[in-house]
């Protein structure tokens, strides 16, 4: 039973079916501690934890947060959590106490598992320590869901503002797997995948640990990326294919040749995602170890992979690819829709006659979200098609190439920060008179935050004092790395902040 075939039993029928057929094989491994699980053991102790969140007043459809870093304890929790028929709410460890108040109380999540019991939490929701333990006693049945439920409510920054949760369903989620596996020989069985990318997140969760669980492969987990020691764990745990965003990248390349070779020895293939790779990067990576990167572009509401270098099976700077098999995409203008993209390669040049047309990426698959959480607003219109805020052109080969945002969406690492969140928060200062925040291009991250900042009249205020203040109430990507002062802001005639001309 492939990602496809799991439909009836949800995505968590692809841990079921992992047990069944290889029940020896090491499913889960952590770097730093060695902790590891086989799919018979991962599968058991998500039974038992299952168990444990029926125990604690969990039915069908109640939301359980999770509240844990890229570990084992994911995802005993995770499969657990699906196993009782809830929807996962995944959320950062990191988040400070205001963020994490505000998403339990946005998603209704009647329990949080964390490795914290002691952490402060809204009136009525209660606190579930992880439990990994393969044997303990499993009595209550599967309550695990499928098709059109809702497996996941995964946050991001929207265009309204946050909180915004995307409702991802056992369908989209398991056909972007089978989307996945259009591509031939993308992940086998055999295959070993370091998967240092937070299992909170989309990228890290649906490509990362999903499509592993789905192949029967062995997950690498690895808490937190630093390249040396993440280099290390690669030759360590023979790793052989490589889930990763542009920061990994340049700063193994400035490692050096020798120890990459060395090191990166039993990799067969390394993807990048969630910002641009830069061609200097994807040099160096080749030149030290004779692997090409390939670069892919997604969305959380996509489930999150729409296209990606590997449909060509050659890198190409600049560009994201191809839609992956079973994904349509098209280039609308705010008027009207131009042609689709054909699924046949070999026609793209009779459709689109000149290169470099820009309009806003418009996609329809069956890996779409339900729309926003909770009323699923926003979702697919009336035919299927999601019209994404990203701008981007296709060129001659009918390859898609970002060009800019049609929003102030920021996005650092792939994690997406609504300016007007930030601002909003640095407005709390009472030294603060006005503030404007801006991405700005950042070779580790792809995109950086940065404030601009007028202070109030007679006030004294350091850039530290502002950065400081964002690191108590917001997530760490969404701290500004940069803060400028100055004596106005640009507005439009109308009064509107002109972000534009700051950037």
């Known amino acids: 039973m492939s990602a496809p075939e799991a439909t009836q039993s949800g995505v968590g029928g692809l841990l079921t079916r992992a047990a069944a057929t290889w029940p020896e094989h090491p499913a889960v491994r952590e770097t730093g501690t060695g902790h590891g699980l086989t799919y018979a053991e991962l599968a058991a102790a998500a039974q038992v934890q299952a168990g444990r969140l029926a125990d604690a007043g969990v039915r069908p459809g109640d ?66 320590t992880p ?29 309204t503002g946050p909180p915004r949760g995307v409702m991802l369903s056992h ?15 993308v992940l086998t069985h055999d295959d070993r995948v370091l998967i240092t990318i937070p299992l909170f997140h989309v990228y890290g969760l649906g490509p990362g640990l999903l499509h592993a669980v789905s192949a029967g492969a062995t997950a690498i987990l690895s808490e937190r990326f630093e390249a040396q020691r993440t280099l290390d ?43 641009p790779l830069h061609p200097k990067v994807l040099t160096a990576i080749r030149e ?48 009207g829709t131009d042609q689709a993209v054909p699924l046949d390669p070999d026609d793209v040049d009779d459709v689109f006659e000149a290169e470099g047309e820009t309009g806003l990426v418009s996609i329809r698959g069956a890996n779409l979200f339900s729309g926003y959480w909770p009323d699923g607003d926003h979702g697919p219109d009336a035919e299927g098609w999601f019209r994404t805020g990203d701008v981007g052109y296709l060129d001659t080969d009918g390859d898609l190439h970002l060009v800019d945002r049609a929003n102030d969406l920021i996005i650092v690492n792939g994690f997406n920060v609504f300016p007007r969140e930030v601002e909003e928060v640095i407005g709390q200062l009472p030294e603060v ?32 004092q502002v950065v400081e203040h964002c690191a108590a109430h917001l997530a760490g990507y969404k701290v500004p790395h940069a803060v400028e002062f ?17 950037r």
């Open 171 to 185: 369908r989209a989620l398991l056909a972007n797997l089978a989307q996945l596996d259009g591509i031939e020989g």
């Open 433 to 464: 008179a006005e503030a404007a925040v801006v991405g700005v291009v950042d070779e580790r991250s792809g995109e950086a935050v940065k404030a601009f900042v007028v202070p109030a009249a007679g006030a004294s205020l350091s850039e530290q």
């Open 63 to 128: 939301r359980v947060a999770l509240r844990l870093p890229t570990s084992v304890d994911f995802a005993v929790a995770f499969f657990a959590a699906l196993r009782a028929g809830a929807i996962v709410v995944p959320l950062s460890p990191q988040a400070p106490g205001p963020e994490l108040e505000k998403l339990l109380g946005h998603s209704g999540a009647k329990v949080v598992i964390s490795r914290d019991a002691d952490a402060p939490l809204p009136g009525g929701v209660s606190v579930l």
């Open 288 to 335: 030290a170890t004779g692997l090409d990167v390939y670069e892919g572009y997604g969305l959380t509401e996509c489930a999150p992979v729409v296209t990606s270098t590997l449909v060509t099976g050659y890198p190409k700077p600049g560009s994201v690819g191809r839609p992956l098999p079973g994904i349509e995409l098209r280039l609308v203008d705010s008027d």
């Open 131 to 159: 439990g990994s333990d393969p044997d303990g006693v499993a009595e209550s049945a599967d309550a695990g869901r499928a098709g059109e439920d809702i497996a996941v409510i995964s946050y991001t920054s929207g265009t």
């Open 233 to 275: 764990d690669c030759a360590a745990h023979g790793v052989t294919t490589i889930a990763g965003v542009p920061t990994m990248y340049a700063e193994f390349a400035a490692l050096g040749a020798g120890e990459l070779r060395e090191k990166l020895a039993t990799v067969r293939r390394m993807t990048s995602g969630a910002a």
């Open 486 to 502: 100055a004596e106005s802001l640009p507005h439009s005639a109308t009064g509107k902040l002109r972000r534009l001309r700051l």
